[in-house]
């Protein structure tokens, strides 16, 4: 079987009339290479915002650069490795350069499958580094920053999962990372006086190589045909039996930060099909 990652068009991309969604502020935007951070650069880029792309994988940065551009938007990928503070420290800086920093993304994240008892912990700190403790400091530099604006307002969204609310099998790290950054989105807003609001974005599977990727090893692991994992283990719980579109995913950060979601603050948007809440 072959599911592959799907194109964007512009026509696609949710594009809101908000006077805040300018060139003048900016969006940074972790994980930009590829999957759903791709796509909120994107979206960033075509509603009118000056789109800072991070990601350790150059080639794919860039070609997400590109496509922002092709369609019209703005936008500047900086290489960036999130397991280096240094590197994260010198991103935020240089996008502080563009324009004013008023939208933080937290996208990036990697997989891995395995039960506690056989978890690799290189793997652990591995993970726990890019998707708890680089969204942590990426928020921490960016606060001050969206303090700095005319209003003091700033917005930081993270990309949160299904497995921010239950937890499956083998996937104990992903888990974890996924439940903290609902409580990190939370603490935010309980320290933002209202004007500095954070959110989560909670999905199913999306059509992203994270997911892609995955199948194989779940196949393997439960001795089933690939098949039968998107089936059964990936769709099985959900009532929308297709797999969700980055772009799908990047229209609900839009609308996060926009004038529409001034009571978002430290919620979080559910779209994963009915897996959690019906059964």
Request: hydrophobic letters at 35%.
């Given at each position: 079987m072959e599911i592959r990652e799907p194109e964007i068009s512009r026509d696609q991309v949710m594009i809101i009339a908000d006077e805040a969604f300018t060139p003048e502020n900016v969006c940074i935007v972790s994980g930009a290479g590829t999957g759903i951070g791709r796509a909120v650069a994107i979206a960033a880029a075509a509603n009118g915002l000056m789109a800072v792309g991070l990601d350790?994988?150059?080639?794919?940065?860039?070609?997400t650069q590109q496509?922002?551009?092709?369609?019209?938007?703005?936008?500047?990928?900086?290489?960036?490795?999130?397991?280096?503070?240094?590197?994260?420290?010198a991103a935020v800086e240089e996008a502080?350069?563009?324009?004013?920093?008023?939208?933080?993304a937290n996208i990036a994240g990697l997989q891995h499958i395995d039960p506690v008892d056989r978890f690799p912990m290189e793997k652990y700190d591995l993970m726990m580094r890019i998707m708890l403790r680089a969204p942590f400091y990426l928020s921490q530099r960016c606060i001050p920053l969206m303090r700095?604006?005319?209003d003091g307002v700033g917005v930081i969204g993270h990309m949160a999962s299904v497995h921010a609310h239950i937890c499956t099998m083998n996937k104990p790290v992903y888990n974890i990372t996924k439940f903290g950054l609902r409580a990190l989105a939370q603490s935010i807003s309980a320290e933002g006086e209202g004007k500095i609001r954070s959110f989560t974005v909670s999905t199913g599977f999306v059509q992203t190589p994270l997911a892609l990727n995955q199948i194989p090893a779940q196949a393997a692991q439960r001795g089933i045909a690939p098949e039968a994992v998107v089936r059964d283990v990936m769709m099985g719980k959900s009532r929308v039996k297709e797999m969700m579109t980055p772009v799908e995913v990047a229209n609900l950060f839009i609308l996060g930060f926009s004038r529409h979601a001034k009571y978002l603050v430290g919620g979080d948007l559910l779209f994963d099909g009915g897996m959690v809440l019906t059964y």
């Open positions: 350790i994988n150059e080639a794919e940065g860039q070609k496509m922002a551009r092709d369609m019209g938007g703005q936008m500047i990928f900086i290489p960036t490795d999130l397991t280096r503070d240094e590197q994260i420290e502080a350069k563009l324009g004013k920093i008023r939208y933080l700095q604006n005319a």
